[in-house]
């Protein structure tokens, strides 16, 4: 049954939830950063809102947030017969109200018998689309066991009868400890180590499975988190008895209640002149930003509050579960905000290793990148996305496979955007203080990264580590301040990247 799955293309798509694009770093995700220096890193970035729902189904879908209908984690629609959404509603009258939406997993499973689908816990993949759901299917629970949920998944890849082709994994960290204790906490630390420790546990079984050459896998996360500190309550600006708020702070769909239907304008305009001194914006749905894609569906309500960036926004303290804490994350503001940058990263097969993609694109860019690599029929399948804007991602033996027109076939084109900035050098400062600085070239042909045995490095030896070189090249300061990445030979990755050789031998 093993020559099953070698026929066809095999793809993990494995989000991190909250992951800020800036914690791919050598001391907080020593696998992940060793494994980025044979992979495609990229500049993607999340669409408005940047809340968990929308980014994820856009991500499975290649749908703008207004194209798919998934606004919000928790909204609100007067026309459906289970009118309020919350996170764990799967009804497919929220998920495909309009009969046509074919997520990337449930795309794999029309192509034919030998294509197969899992979803471990991955945000809209209980709901049934087109009639099917994921042949290998977890919903989601509380229950962070990470090894489980990886050794699930090499079970459903080796299945004997069904073995799957494309799975979709879900972690619910940084996320969930980042709302609470900030971005920034040792407590997030902790747990990116934690997932870091899964990404090396799942490369080294497919490794063990022999699947590791043939397997695809591309790491994302919805959005990033930005650190806040201070809040609004609306209560004690306007009479808020008058209307419903149906999402998640910073962004809250207003619903006017039928008595105050009538005083939209009345609401809006005192709105709008509150939100000048009170840190955050109103909007009607015609206001909304074009560029966001965001407003066209009437799930936005009859107004949209967003809080500025660094502050929440609550109808009234009961409601606000950061009460007791000094600093906590957030996200849902603005895309183009750093904070809100999430991850991008992929590896395998049909990926360039060591190259950066630099331009920012949008996370709908996913669904006919997906689709490539799975050879599915992309016109059949409609999407807001553009494989031509990341095409460059590709491998060269990858770029000449492809036929398709929306892709430029001008490979000297390709092959010289091929020759972006690539980082030859680093800057780091060493426990003694002593900043070096080797080469850092520019528009040159990339120069193989080079990774160095880890065998060869003492064990026991500590490093402390403040700046890093991020993947655009640009000198990175540690978030978390310095840090002591311990050198041992337990350590699970098993070379370093060429940063830890700087400190070591300056
Ligand atoms: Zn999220």
Redesign the pocket.
């Known amino acids: 049954m093993a020559s099953l799955v070698a026929q066809v293309p095999i793809l993990l798509l494995i989000s991190f939830?909250?992951f800020r694009h800036d914690y791919l770093s050598p001391a907080l995700t020593p696998n992940l950063y060793a494994l980025s220096q044979r992979s495609t890193v990229g500049n993607m970035r999340s669409l408005y809102v940047t809340?968990?729902y929308p980014?994820?189904f856009s991500i499975a879908t290649g749908l703008y947030v207004d194209e798919h209908e998934i606004i919000n984690n928790k909204m609100y629609d007067p026309t459906l017969a289970q009118p309020t959404f919350k996170p764990s509603t799967t009804a497919r009258e929220w998920w495909d109200p309009h009969n046509r939406t074919v997520p990337i997993w449930t795309a794999n499973q029309l192509l034919g018998d030998d294509r197969v689908s899992g979803s471990m816990m991955y945000p809209g993949s209980v709901t049934p689309y087109q009639g099917m759901v994921p042949v290998h299917l977890k919903p989601f629970d509380t229950v962070r066991n990470w090894t489980l949920n990886i050794d699930t998944v090499i079970q459903w890849l080796t299945d004997e009868l069904m073995p799957a082709n494309f799975v979709s994994v879900y972690f619910d960290n940084p996320?969930h400890t980042a709302h609470i204790f900030g971005p920034f906490s040792s407590q997030v630390h902790e747990s990116l180590l934690e997932l870091d420790h899964a990404v090396g546990y799942l490369m080294h079984r497919l490794q063990a499975e022999h699947l590791a050459q043939r397997t695809n896998v591309i790491f994302v996360?919805?959005?990033g988190m930005a650190q806040v500190s201070k809040r609004v309550y609306l209560d004690k600006l306007i009479d808020t008895s008058l209307f419903e708020l149906y999402g998640a702070s910073p962004v809250w769909s207003l619903w006017l209640k039928p008595n105050a239907m009538n005083m939209k304008i009345i609401i809006y305009k005192k709105l709008k002149r509150l939100a000048r001194q009170n840190h955050f914006q109103v909007y009607k749905r015609n206001e909304i930003p074009q560029i966001y894609h965001y407003s066209k569906t009437p799930r936005i309500g009859h107004l949209l509050l967003v809080s500025d960036e660094g502050y929440d926004i609550y109808a009234n303290a009961s409601v606000d579960w950061t009460i007791d804490s000094t600093v906590w994350g957030n996200?849902g503001w603005s895309p183009t905000s750093e904070d809100m940058r999430p991850l991008f990263m992929a590896t395998g097969p049909a990926f360039r290793a060591g190259y950066y993609h630099e331009h920012p694109f949008p996370n709908i860019d996913l669904f006919p990148l997906m689709c490539y690599i799975l050879e599915l029929p992309l016109r059949k399948l409609p999407n807001n996305g553009s494989l031509e804007r990341i095409s460059d991602m590709l491998a060269t033996e990858e770029l000449y496979r492809l036929t398709d027109s929306v892709v430029a076939t001008d490979n000297n084109h390709h092959n010289s955007i091929g020759l972006v900035p690539v980082i030859l050098g680093g800057i780091v400062l060493l426990i003694g203080g002593a900043m070096c600085m080797t080469c850092v070239a520019s528009c040159a042909r990339a120069k193989p990264k080079i990774d160095y045995d880890i065998d060869s490095l003492a064990p026991g030896l500590n490093i402390d580590l403040e700046f890093y070189l991020d993947h655009a090249g640009n000198k990175q300061q540690q978030r978390f301040g310095k840090t002591t990445l311990a050198i041992n030979q337990s350590t699970s990755h098993k070379r370093v990247p060429e940063e830890f050789r700087l400190l070591l031998h300056n």
């Open positions: 939830d909250g809340k968990t980014n994820h996320d996360s919805d959005h996200h």
